[in-house]
Nanobody, 121 residues
Framework: VQLQASGGGLVQAGGSLRLSCQAS????????MGWFRQAPGKEREFVAA????????LYTDSVKGRFTISKDNAKNTVYLQMNSLKPKDTAVYYC???????????????WGQGTLVTVSS
């Protein structure tokens, strides 16, 4: 599976962005998909995940109620809708495909290249 993330950019606090992750390869619909982020000088962290079988979703506490992960199997694409953005959301955002529905970085099997989100105050 190859993943291509896009949609990052510069936005003011309180604004919105939608990230997309286009997948190529077989069996995209059978992978659990997730978004992680890495802020400057910090470790990569879990943001959100969606399970392949029933579209069950998980979120880290800091984005609950603001971010929404979704998946379109027909388009081989996973999305992250980000609303009410805050400066602390500034990071490079990575999509990942996993065999397990996990929140750990080492549970991801495939990674996209990352897209930068910058939120100004």
């Amino acid at each position: 599976v190859q993943l291509q993330a896009s949609g990052g950019g510069l936005v003011q606090a309180g604004g919105s962005l939608r990230l997309s992750c286009q997948a190529s390869g077989r069996a995209f619909s059978s992978y659990n998909m997730g978004w992680f982020r890495q802020a400057p000088g910090k470790e990569r962290e879990f943001v959100a995940a969606i399970r392949w079988s029933d579209f069950y979703t998980l979120y880290t506490d800091s984005v609950k109620g603001r971010f929404t992960i979704s998946k379109d199997n027909a388009k081989n694409t996973v999305y992250l809708q980000m609303n009410s953005l805050k400066p602390k959301d500034t990071a490079v955002y990575y999509c990942a495909a996993s065999f397990v529905m996990g929140t750990r970085v080492d549970e991801a099997n495939y990674w996209g290249q990352g897209t930068l989100v910058t939120v100004s105050s």
